[in-house]
């Protein structure tokens, strides 16, 4: 079974430019996560998708983060435009529990470095 | 004060030893209790997780929780090389759209 999967890898970019992140996750997998990890800290969540609908995004900063999971399946994470802090590694999740993230898989990640 | 307090290390230790990694948290309300694994640049991969109180072992590793203290623990038994990452505890309810919480992770070196 394939995993989740994330492109790119890493981006550098810089500052006050666009980014955005892509996310496939495992198949027959409902619920979607969008995590953002600051180095040396744990995972904190961005947004949850429940198919199509975006259920939590209490912690996305809306001025300049967007997402979108068309047809319930893929999902796109963007930020128009980047600062230097959002430099971290962004994590999409995956898991078919019906909300609950207790067994979410992740993917590797991509890390943005804004410069 | 953090929801969730983990002591980031790093911690080495020689190999075959017994590992002790240990969380700390304020909300009452976490009934679901996980620990994840996470390598270097790769994402956390989830080891074991337990409801409410009480112990749950697989294999070398074994989950603790003590809801009383509010503590929770891992221990890994004869711990391996192939054991360095960084652990991460994280926690959620069972209510109020099961948002996780995660611990900043504990970096692990077992030294061959």
């Known amino acids: 079974e394939a995993g989740v999967v994330q492109s790119p890898r890493y981006k550098i970019i810089e500052k006050k430019q666009p980014v955005a992140f892509w996310c496939n996750p495992i198949?027959?997998?409902?619920?979607l996560y969008w995590y953002r990890q600051n180095l040396g800290q744990g995972p904190e969540l961005l947004i949850r998708?429940?198919?199509?609908?975006?259920?939590?995004d209490s912690q996305l900063p809306k001025d300049r983060f967007s997402a979108e999971r068309l047809k319930g399946v893929d999902s796109t994470l963007k930020i128009q435009p980047a600062e230097l802090g959002d430099s971290a590694v962004y994590l999409c999740?995956?898991?078919?529990?019906?909300?609950?993230?207790?067994?979410?898989?992740f993917g590797q990640g991509t890390r943005l470095t804004v410069v | 004060q953090k929801e969730v307090e983990q002591d980031p290390g790093p911690l080495s230790v020689p190999e075959g030893a017994i590992v002790s990694l240990n969380c700390t948290y304020s909300?009452?309300?976490?009934?679901?209790f996980m620990w994840y694994r996470q390598y270097s640049r790769k994402g956390p991969e989830l080891l074991m997780y337990?409801?409410?109180?009480g112990n749950k072992e697989d294999g070398r590793f074994t989950a603790q929780v003590d809801k009383s203290s509010k503590y929770i623990s891992l221990f890994i038994r004869d711990s391996q090389p192939s054991d360095s990452a960084t652990y991460l505890c994280?926690?959620?309810?069972?209510?109020?759209?099961?948002?996780?919480?995660f611990g900043a992770g504990t970096r692990l070196f077992v030294k061959a």
């Open positions: 198949s027959g997998h409902n619920t």
């Open positions: 337990t409801y409410s109180s």
């Open positions: 909300n009452s309300a976490f009934q679901y």
């Open positions: 994280a926690m959620r309810g069972n209510t109020g759209g099961f948002k996780t919480i």
């Open positions: 998708y429940e198919n199509e609908e975006a259920v939590d």
């Open positions: 999740a995956s898991s078919n529990k019906g909300g609950s993230d207790t067994e979410a898989f």
